[in-house]
């Protein structure tokens, strides 16, 4: 591992690619390899891209990085697929990303796809991000396709989120729940040349208008990702956008989550409490497995807390 | 929740909903009213279906509570929306249900949706299924979009899962991920009366062909949901299907889990380590995440466990 982190911090990018396959599919040795390149990272610009299929997100994220790179940055783009057993679209995404960059090392494109590992992929796409920082990235686009929790939990890893809408989207927006509100520090709307642009901004508006007062309302962007149109003025709107979060808070939530987890562990084998005695006497119907999990934890409590 | 649990248990429809609205938000009393109508709890027969959009799961499903109805069985129907914060899909599906059965207190359709629940949606559903068995309902059939690694782990907790596709689909299935395979316990060739029923089933069967010896083989099911050809002998496929998995198993996993979230819990507020003050030390760049929750969780280790 230690030869492994010192690729990375070296900004090896085949050594990033192992460590980054280490992390997502949770081998060995991926904890020693983060606690060892931790200390030299420096915190990259996080982009978010989100928002519904058809709308131009890959378009637009591949003209975002080819504008990161002529300002003489090194760009990580990752391609979050958290699921779907049925399509092989973030296979797809990449292939046509990578006949645009393939001979520039500055842009560095990584696919993630859930394998099903025990707390869902935003873990895996947070280690494979401080890899990436630690690999000397300096800016980095999270693309999901956004139409799953598990990639708002994914999308919100980034700093600053852009939700990207276009007029033919076909549904109205009204449809679409709260939870694009939450989640946008930012809008985008793609394929402004298209009609339907000027009704999509008001929907926009009107969504943005319920928010109560105090609370920052998330500026409109109009761009064609095809032409490049509007991408400068997205990058510094971006760069410009206030903090999702404090950078403590999210350490704090990393901690619960992360301690969590490895208490989860030894409850099934090192507590001593009997769970598969237990798992086959309510499957006999003989235990209430709510009541045994209330006094179980009960005792827990009691015998662990201060 | 002692008279709301009286309620459920004699099949007060009304009650139940209200049941389920606590289970579904994780509202206080949740824990309680679990635990008072787990005993008088009979098993129901639990139909998994899944599958891309577009192949008629819905009019499927509402083919199959009908059949069931007719043998004079109560029904659940459980909609599945794990997530998309960008679409309203689950309230439209519903819609349509209800239209057809309305009059019809045999069959209780509830749609459940995110609402960012901490552990996902799958927890809130199995919480649901067990108040839906409590309430007397012999059948439940579960729906998801089948889009997602939640929805996989939802549609698991049927006792048999019928993965559905159609001529439709457009894309060919190869494309699919291995992801199928692993949840199929049967597959539904709906719409085998359009063109290209016969290559779709020779695909579904190259699939199969993959499967190692020794393993059950998945049948395949024809079916026009429209007309409701197949669905007799689908329903019969279904109960003749063999156990998903050994009961003992998922209560060991279900207490595994339940258990770790309570210890989460107290990690934050009442463990005695300082998450906040750890925290603004990473953040600082003073204290190293990594190397923190290793040496937390092995002091942990050695004061808890035996």
């Given at each position: 591992m230690q030869r492994l982190a010192e690729g990375i911090l070296c900004g090896d990018l085949r050594a990033l690619a192992r460590g980054l396959s280490i992390v997502e599919n949770r081998l060995p040795g991926g904890a020693e390899l983060l606690a060892a390149v931790h200390p030299a990272r420096r915190k990259a610009l996080r982009i978010g891209v989100t928002g519904p299929p058809g709308v131009g997100k890959s378009t637009l994220v591949d003209r975002l990085a080819a504008e990161l790179r002529s300002a003489g940055e090194t760009v990580g783009v990752l391609a979050v697929d958290p699921s779907s057993p049925f399509t092989g679209g973030a296979v797809l995404g990449d292939r046509v990303r990578m006949q645009r960059?393939?001979?520039?090392?500055?842009?560095?494109?990584?696919?993630?796809?859930?394998?099903?590992?025990?707390?869902?992929?935003?873990?895996?796409?947070?280690?494979?991000l401080a890899l990436l920082e630690a690999a000397g990235l300096r800016s980095v686009v999270i693309e999901t396709a956004g139409v799953g929790q598990s990639e708002v939990d994914i999308v919100q890893l980034a700093g600053t989120v852009a939700v990207v809408l276009a007029p033919s989207m076909g549904d109205d927006i009204q449809a679409a729940k709260a939870g694009i509100m939450e989640i946008a520090d930012?809008?985008?709307?793609?394929?402004?040349?298209?009609?339907?642009?000027?009704?999509?901004?008001?929907?926009?508006?009107?969504?943005?208008?319920?928010?109560?007062?105090?609370?920052?309302?998330p500026p409109i962007l109009r761009t064609c990702a095809l032409s490049g149109e509007g991408v400068v003025e997205l990058l510094a709107a971006v760069r410009s956008a206030p903090a999702r979060q404090p950078e403590a808070l999210y350490w704090r939530r990393f901690l619960q989550e992360r301690l969590g987890r490895e208490v989860e562990d030894w409850l099934a084998s090192d507590s001593g409490i009997d769970l598969e005695g237990a798992a086959e006497q309510i499957a006999a119907g003989a235990l209430n497995p709510y009541v045994f999990v209330r006094e179980t934890a009960q005792s827990l409590r009691t015998r662990w807390l201060p």
């Open positions: 960059h393939h001979r520039d090392d500055g842009v560095f494109i990584r696919s993630m796809a859930s394998r099903g590992q025990l707390g869902g992929l935003a873990p895996a796409v947070d280690d494979g930012l809008f985008v709307l793609n394929k402004a040349d298209q009609p339907g642009a000027d009704e999509l901004e008001r929907q926009i508006l009107a969504m943005i208008s319920l928010i109560p007062d105090g609370q920052p309302r």
